[in-house]
């Protein structure tokens, strides 16, 4: 069992639409502790930066000339934009990181690293800005599923 509790939780940190949100609690759930838990779901969410900047730097240009790819991207690229532009002209790349480190949908590794390279912020401070993001969302993740299930088996053992 152990083998496919890893296998998920990697499938469900790089996935885009659950990154950390999903890996780290679907991790601790099924008997994962948090110090094995946290560093394996940030580590493996972490190497999203690279390999997205990789597919956008090379199989994107060959992608672009498919209808439904250019549209697809163009409306993905277009909301990532909007999210971060704000907190970037603040912030600079640390306005990515403080993006990804909010672990809400539509935030996180793929998206910050997306709005960075539309942005046209450097590729050495993006990939630092999103790991940074992706320690601190862990964080934030682990700490918030372990308290809420000490909170839910407080309430249980009360009634």
């Known amino acids: 069992m152990r083998p496919l509790v890893f296998f998920w939780t990697a499938f469900l940190a790089f996935l885009p639409i659950s990154e950390l949100r999903g890996a780290i609690p679907f991790a601790l ?18 190497l999203v930066a690279p390999v ?16 439904w790819y250019e549209r697809f991207f163009n409306r ?10 704000a907190g970037v002209e603040k912030w600079g ?3 990515i990181a403080v993006f ?7 935030t996180g590794a793929w998206t910050g690293t997306l709005g960075a390279w ?11 800005a999103v ?25 249980i053992k009360q009634v």
């Open 29 to 46: 759930a099924n008997g994962v502790p948090w110090y094995i838990a946290y560093p394996y779901a940030v580590s493996l969410n972490a």
């Open 52 to 67: 997205c900047w990789l597919f956008l730097s090379t199989l994107h240009k060959l992608f672009l000339r498919m209808g």
């Open 76 to 85: 993905f690229v277009e909301r990532a934009r909007r999210k971060l532009q």
């Open 93 to 95: 790349w640390l306005g």
């Open 100 to 106: 990804v480190a909010i672990p809400l949908p539509i």
């Open 118 to 128: 539309v942005l046209g912020l450097p590729r050495r401070r993006t990939l630092l």
């Open 131 to 155: 790991v940074l993001g992706v320690l601190c969302a862990g964080i934030v993740v682990t700490l918030v599923f372990s308290l809420g299930i000490r909170a839910f088996s407080f309430f």
